[in-house]
């Protein structure tokens, strides 16, 4: 499985973490497809820790986090 | 008088009582704009640097940026620029909240106190009226009481600025509490005050705008543009906002950078526990803003029966996974002592996790302890020893108090503080993002990471993403982002700000506000001039080239778990690019980078 976990507002009326069938799922884009998030509201778009972009390959076992803009130390 | 500076300083002599107006040299104003950059050459020019940090003869200088005050956005910044008694280096810590504009509005640019009191005193200021008064009787009492008392005396519209108990008894790691839940937290500033027997300084002012602005119409123009670009940008429209810093939490434990047990680990399975989705689900009230600040960050949270500031992304890992911590709950427990004892945030939580892992590893033992073991997540242990280091008595809750350097070195073990300069590192790993690791080493405060934000490139993608793993062209980024950020600190707006504007946006403000006409690239030179004349103070203060380093666990100890395990930040590779890019050599600058720089009063020295 992929697990997909989300944060901040991404998470209203989705969840906190999700577990999506890699059979129907080849990149990150397909992910937020799936889920109606449009593309222009994930900031930051991580497989596994490292940043990355829609376009990318994902397969079963990797985590793909989504967060909305987010940052300020 | 010109635009955005009243050109009037007052010189406080505590041991004589002797209170002066000093005219502002407005050649220098504006070749150090102000804030952080006149400040440190004022301390400079008066030989601050060779002084006992904790002696009479140390100077403590409150100083506002042209722009503090203004109606330009989130302009309400003051600072506190000293001798550190905890790195012994330059410190300028910087707070928000509404102290700082009234302290402009009252029409003073700088206060510049000396010596130390015969008793326990306070400054009160009422406009261009400036007296000493006996604080005697506030002794022993913590900040926010102190803040309500002082607005009894002297009205609602006063604005209080304090020292909590720990500043009174000098410790190392004191801050400066202003407008109860706003820190000049950093490098112990509240411990020079309390060398100086100097409580509190509250100012009221008839004025409610900076008044004296040079080119009103260019200003109202360049506040209309950035604030447009602050409104239309994520972060600073409505991400900030929203969550507050601590929408980090999760975003920096996703990339494996969220250091766990004293950096022992780098990700931490719970910290979703202590993120800013759960503070806000859990316990906020409302944002909270400082002085004129549309960007909002502030936590307004339920605690118990009472509504307070929250905690920042810096306490929640601090007092999270750095102690091996979830409990939401008593991190903002142990965040309100911070604020009631006065003490740094960062320095007090990240001293308790060498402590804890001293005691993990046998050096610390449990009969030191005083019933309270330093045990990895012990809430108990949390908010006690935040207790007891805000006030302490025993040769651990001092040794404590006095940092994770002292603590470490003291137990034989220096390898277990992660600092420099003495000063505890922030909540980033800079072995998963080399950047912030140049940063972290070079700041002249110690480590800081509000001193060149590489976070914003590497890791938010601001202004455009940079690969976190790599060393490349790192140092030249790390260097602009200092010299922005001097310029930024120096104009007394908030840093947050450069989330969406830059150094174009910046000159508009500071052109229009004082009159002068700097380009973008001559703002960012007077950045370099800034971060230059602290160098110089550090050096004259007797600063080594090995002061600019990062702890052998950050050098030579891979991440142990996450997504970035196995990673080690490479100093060795982009410290010497960063000394090339300054015009420096073994972490000083050349006479020919001084001369360069308009720092001709440096060269030779």
Same mark, same amino acid.
């Given at each position: 499985?992929?697990?997909?976990?989300?944060?901040?507002?991404?998470?209203?009326?989705?969840?906190?973490?999700?577990?999506?069938?890699?059979?129907?799922?080849s990149?990150a884009?397909? #992910?937020?497809?799936?889920?109606e998030?449009?593309?222009?509201?994930?900031?930051?778009?991580?497989?596994?820790?490292?940043?990355?972009?829609?376009?990318?390959?994902?397969?079963?076992?990797?985590?793909?986090s989504?967060?909305?803009?987010?940052?300020?130390? | 008088?010109?635009?955005?500076?009243?050109e009037?300083?007052?010189?406080?002599?505590?041991?004589?009582?002797? #209170?002066?107006?000093?005219q502002?040299?407005l050649?220098?104003?504006?070749?150090?704009?102000?804030?952080?950059?006149?400040?440190?050459?004022?301390?400079?020019?008066?030989g601050?640097?060779?002084?006992?940090?904790?002696?009479?003869?140390?100077k403590?200088?409150?100083?506002?940026?042209?722009?503090?005050?203004?109606?330009?956005?989130?302009?309400?910044?003051?600072m506190?620029?000293?001798?550190?008694?905890l790195?012994?280096?330059?410190?300028?810590?910087?707070?928000?909240?509404?102290?700082?504009?009234?302290?402009?509005?009252?029409?003073?640019?700088?206060?510049?106190?000396?010596g130390v009191?015969?008793d326990? !005193?306070? #400054?009160?200021?009422v406009?261009? /009226?400036?007296?000493?008064?006996?604080?005697?009787?506030?002794?022993?009492?913590?900040?926010e009481?102190?803040?309500?008392?002082?607005k009894?005396?002297?009205?609602?519209?006063?604005?209080?600025?304090?020292?909590?108990?720990?500043? $009174?008894?000098?410790?190392?790691?004191?801050?400066?509490?202003?407008?109860k839940?706003?820190?000049?937290?950093?490098?112990g500033?509240?411990?020079?005050?309390?060398?100086?027997?100097?409580?509190?300084i509250v100012? /009221?002012a008839t004025?409610?705008?900076?008044?004296?602005?040079?080119?009103?119409?260019?200003?109202?123009?360049?506040? /209309?543009?950035?604030? =447009?670009?602050?409104?239309?940008?994520?972060l600073?429209?409505?991400?900030?906002r929203?969550?507050?810093?601590?929408?980090?939490?999760?975003?920096?434990?996703?990339?494996?950078?969220?250091?766990? /047990?004293?950096?022992?680990?780098?990700?931490?399975?719970?910290?979703?526990?202590?993120?800013?989705?759960?503070?806000?689900?859990?316990?906020l009230?409302k944002?909270?803003?400082?002085?004129?600040?549309?960007?909002?960050?502030?936590?307004?949270?339920?605690?118990?029966? =009472?509504?307070?500031?929250g905690?920042?992304?810096?306490?929640?890992?601090?007092?999270?996974?750095?102690?091996?911590n979830?409990?939401?709950?008593t991190?903002?427990?142990?965040?309100?002592?911070?604020?009631?004892?006065?003490?740094?945030?960062i320095?007090?939580?990240? !001293?308790?996790?060498?402590?804890?892992?001293?005691?993990?590893?046998?050096?610390?033992?449990?009969?030191?302890?005083?019933?309270?073991?330093?045990?990895?997540g012990?809430?108990?242990?949390?908010?006690?020893? !935040?207790?007891?280091?805000?006030?302490p008595q025993?040769?651990?809750?001092?040794?404590?108090?006095?940092?994770?350097?002292?603590l470490?070195?003291a137990?034989?073990?220096?390898?277990?503080?992660?600092?420099? &300069?003495?000063?505890?590192?922030?909540?980033y790993?800079a072995?998963?993002?080399?950047?912030?690791?140049?940063?972290?080493?070079?700041?002249?405060?110690?480590?800081a990471?509000?001193?060149?934000y590489?976070?914003?490139?590497?890791v938010?993608?601001?202004?455009?993403?940079?690969?976190?793993?790599?060393?490349?062209?790192?140092a030249?980024w790390?260097?602009?982002?200092q010299?922005l950020?001097?310029?930024?600190?120096?104009m007394g707006?908030?840093?947050?700000?450069?989330?969406a504007?830059?150094?174009?946006?910046?000159?508009?403000?500071l052109?229009?506000?004082?009159?002068?006409a700097?380009?973008?690239?001559?703002?960012? $030179?007077i950045?370099?001039r800034?971060?230059?004349i602290?160098?110089?103070?550090? =050096?004259?203060?007797?600063?080594?080239p090995?002061?600019?380093?990062?702890? &052998?666990?950050?050098?030579?100890?891979?991440?142990s778990?996450?997504?970035?395990?196995?990673?080690?930040?490479?100093?060795?590779?982009?410290?010497?690019?960063?000394?090339?890019?300054?015009g420096?050599?073994?972490?000083?600058?050349?006479? $020919?980078t001084?001369?360069?720089?308009?720092?001709?009063?440096?060269v030779?020295?």
């Open positions: 499985m992929i697990e997909v976990r989300l944060f901040a507002t991404l998470r209203d009326g989705r969840g906190k973490v999700l577990q999506m069938d890699p059979a129907v799922i990149t884009g397909d #992910i937020l497809q799936k889920l998030i449009p593309a222009e509201t994930v900031a930051i778009l991580l497989i596994n820790g490292f940043h990355s972009k829609p376009e990318n390959p994902v397969q079963d076992g990797d985590v793909v989504l967060f909305p803009p987010v940052g300020g130390g | 008088m010109s635009g955005a500076y009243y009037k300083i007052a010189r406080i002599n505590l041991t004589t009582g002797e #209170i002066k107006t000093e502002l040299d050649d220098l104003a504006h070749k150090f704009i102000g804030g952080r950059g006149l400040g440190t050459k004022i301390l400079y020019d008066e601050v640097a060779t002084v006992d940090p904790l002696s009479p003869e140390n403590l200088v409150y100083i506002t940026g042209p722009m503090t005050g203004s109606n330009s956005p989130s302009s309400g910044r003051y506190v620029v000293t001798k550190s008694p790195t012994g280096m330059i410190a300028c810590a910087n707070s928000g909240g509404i102290w700082g504009a009234k302290l402009k509005f009252a029409g003073w640019d700088a206060l510049i106190v000396e009191a015969p326990w !005193t306070y #400054i009160n200021i406009d261009d /009226k400036i007296e000493l008064l006996d604080a005697r009787e506030y002794l022993g009492v913590l900040s009481e102190i803040d309500d008392r002082l009894e005396k002297h009205g609602a519209d006063a604005s209080v600025l304090n020292i909590g108990p720990a500043g $009174e008894k000098q410790v190392l790691l004191a801050a400066v509490m202003n407008d839940d706003r820190a000049a937290g950093r490098s500033t509240g411990a020079v005050m309390g060398s100086k027997k100097l409580k509190a100012v /009221k004025r409610k705008q900076l008044d004296i602005i040079a080119d009103v119409e260019a200003l109202k123009e360049a506040n /209309k543009n950035c604030l =447009k670009i602050m409104s239309g940008n994520a600073t429209g409505e991400g900030l929203a969550l507050g810093t601590a929408s980090l939490v999760n975003i920096i434990n996703g990339i494996g950078a969220l250091p766990t /047990k004293n950096w022992q680990e780098s990700y931490c399975p719970t910290a979703d526990e202590f993120s800013g989705e759960t503070l806000a689900e859990k316990y009230v944002p909270g803003a400082c002085y004129h600040c549309p960007i909002a960050c502030g936590r307004i949270i339920k605690h118990d029966d =009472k509504v307070i500031g905690p920042e992304y810096e306490p929640l890992w601090a007092y999270g996974s750095d102690c091996g979830d409990d939401l709950y991190i903002n427990e142990a965040n309100r002592l911070c604020n009631e004892y006065g003490l740094d945030a320095g007090v939580p990240c !001293t308790i996790a060498a402590a804890m892992e001293l005691y993990q590893r046998g050096y610390i033992k449990e009969e030191d302890c005083g019933g309270v073991p330093l045990e990895w012990s809430k108990e242990a949390l908010t006690e020893w !935040t207790k007891r280091m805000g006030d025993t040769e651990l809750e001092w040794l404590m108090s006095s940092g994770s350097a002292r470490c070195e137990y034989g073990h220096p390898e277990y503080s992660m600092s420099v &300069k003495k000063q505890e590192i922030p909540a790993d072995r998963a993002i080399q950047g912030i690791g140049i940063n972290y080493a070079t700041a002249n405060c110690g480590a990471h509000v001193r060149g590489m976070i914003a490139p590497e938010v993608g601001i202004p455009v993403q940079l690969d976190r793993t790599v060393t490349e062209e790192k030249v790390a260097k602009t982002f010299d950020t001097s310029v930024i600190d120096s707006t908030c840093l947050f700000t450069s989330f504007l830059g150094a174009p946006e910046y000159a508009s403000l052109n229009a506000a004082t009159g002068t700097w380009t973008p690239e001559e703002l960012l $030179e950045g370099d800034i971060f230059n602290e160098r110089m103070f550090n =050096k004259a203060a007797g600063m080594k090995e002061d600019d380093r990062l702890p &052998k666990r950050l050098l030579e100890e891979p991440i778990n996450g997504p970035s395990k196995g990673m080690v930040n490479k100093l060795s590779v982009t410290l010497p690019q960063y000394y090339e890019a300054r420096w050599v073994n972490a000083f600058p050349t006479d $020919e001084l001369k360069k720089l308009g720092l001709d009063e440096c030779g020295k």
